[in-house]
């Protein structure tokens, strides 16, 4: 469809070479900068109208050096963005100003390099050829700020910034990108925010081994989440998720360190399906052997004998101690909470031993105060990881489940079809001897 008359739009021709007008420019500047880029503007018009993209970058990337020449920051500011707002202004020349200023960061102080930074982020901003330059030009930004203290500014400077859509920026940086985003979130507890973040990376990224470093950092952070929310379980699986990494399996020292913390959290974790399909996974491990404290720890839970809390505090708060993770509060609570759970594998244990008992029988058995192992028992209870009722004035705890007359009767229906089978097979059998003998 043909343009209405009047308007005219510049036909895109080949590249012209403006090398003599820049060394002009150039000899000009030592003099006089202002007359020197007025001179290139004045060709940058004739080459930017004529849609000459090769001609266009040449004389802004070289107006921008000639301002870096001069050490004139603020007219170097100017420049860029005056060119940035000249009509009809090509993608490519922007993209190449931008990239080249980018390129004097290192070389400035701390004010100028801000100034700068904070001009070339202006610039950029809602251009989306230039969205990966303004997007490392933000980290930089944010890195300069945490380096003052201002964590928090850092962290609202990164989060405005999406990387997952960016095309431009390569697997290994954009993931980079998102674990810094995720750090500076932790590092300001705002845990919330950082929960959401993390779920941008698939952990199938991870499959990668060129990758492995980002994946210990990713699991690293989300074992600081998960140990804010005491998620034990959660924990376990991002130590899990770490195990089959070259740089822990490459290394003794790592591989055991992954493997103690597995069982840790793992035996902190609530009892449940999961818990117990795990425990019996991970019991198979043959590195394990090597680490009799934790071996032990595991078979404990694993099997079905009830044991005290007091036979491995001292090696579990002595190993706690030695891995240097935790402060005095946070081992306390650990132990706390070991206790807790061995308190609940024993009153599994005794469930599946026990039809009745009596509670100051299982008191004694679980090596607690008549109060605290009645609350115990309450707590597994209510999870329903067992059945139980107490009869408080008897005191007596009964864990078998009182039948319906209809179970009692298909029970003793099933009980009589066992029987007459059984009696029919040694009927059938003590037929066969007699007919071999010929009784």
């Known amino acids: 469809m043909p343009l209405p008359t009047g308007i005219e739009t510049p036909a895109k021709g080949p590249s012209v070479s403006y090398a003599q007008q820049v060394a002009e420019a150039k000899a000009l500047a030592s003099t006089s900068l202002d007359g020197a880029l007025q001179n290139l503007l004045s060709h940058e018009k004739t080459a930017r109208l004529a849609a000459d993209v090769g001609g266009t970058t040449e004389l802004v990337k070289a107006m921008v050096s000639l301002c870096y020449d001069a050490k004139d920051w603020d007219k170097l500011n100017e420049t860029i963005v005056l060119l940035s707002k000249r009509r009809a202004q090509l993608k490519q020349a922007v993209t190449a100003m931008v990239q080249q200023a ?26 989306m050829y230039v969205e990966v330059e303004r997007a490392r030009l933000t980290r930089i930004l944010a890195g300069m700020q945490e380096a003052t203290g201002d964590v928090e500014a850092a962290r609202k400077t990164m989060q405005d910034t999406v990387v997952e859509t960016l095309g431009g920026m390569d697997k290994r940086e954009k993931t980079d990108f998102i674990l810094e985003q995720i750090r500076l979130c932790l590092e300001v507890k705002d845990f919330i925010r950082a929960n959401i973040v993390a779920k941008k990376i698939q952990t199938k990224t991870f499959k990668d081994p060129e990758l492995d470093d980002l994946k210990i950092r990713y699991y690293s952070m989300i074992v600081r989440y998960q140990l804010h929310n005491k998620k034990w379980m959660e924990v376990f699986r991002a130590y899990q998720a770490t195990w089959d990494s070259p740089s822990v399996q490459g290394s003794d020292a790592a591989a ?8 840790l959290y793992l035996v902190l974790s609530k009892y449940d399906n999961e818990q117990s399909d795990q425990m019996h996974a991970l019991q198979k491990e043959k590195r394990l052997a090597k680490l009799p404290l934790y071996d032990s720890l595991l078979k404990a839970f694993i099997t079905k004998e009830v044991f005290k809390f007091e036979d491995v505090k001292p090696g579990v708060a002595a190993e706690l101690v030695a891995i240097g993770d935790f402060d005095e509060g946070q081992q306390k609570e650990m132990l706390e909470t070991l206790h807790r759970r061995v308190t609940q594998h024993n009153i599994l244990t005794i469930g599946g031993y026990y039809a009745r008992i009596q509670l100051s029988r299982l008191a004694q058995l679980l090596a607690l105060p008549l109060d605290e192992a ?14 139980a009722r107490v009869d408080r004035p008897a005191g007596i705890v009964r864990f078998a489940a009182t039948k319906t007359p209809n179970e009692l009767l298909n029970d003793w229906s099933d009980d009589i079809s066992q029987l007459l089978n059984t009696l029919e097979s040694t009927c059938h059998l003590i037929h066969k001897e007699n007919m071999v003998h010929k009784i």
């Open 256 to 263: 055991d360190r992954c493997l103690k913390q597995q069982v």
């Open 102 to 127: 980018s390129t004097y960061l290192d070389e400035l102080a701390e004010a100028r390099k801000l100034s700068l930074i904070e001009t070339l982020r202006n610039v950029s901003e809602g251009k």
């Open 374 to 387: 009645e609350k115990q028992l309450c707590e597994i209870v209510s999870d329903k990881s067992i059945y």
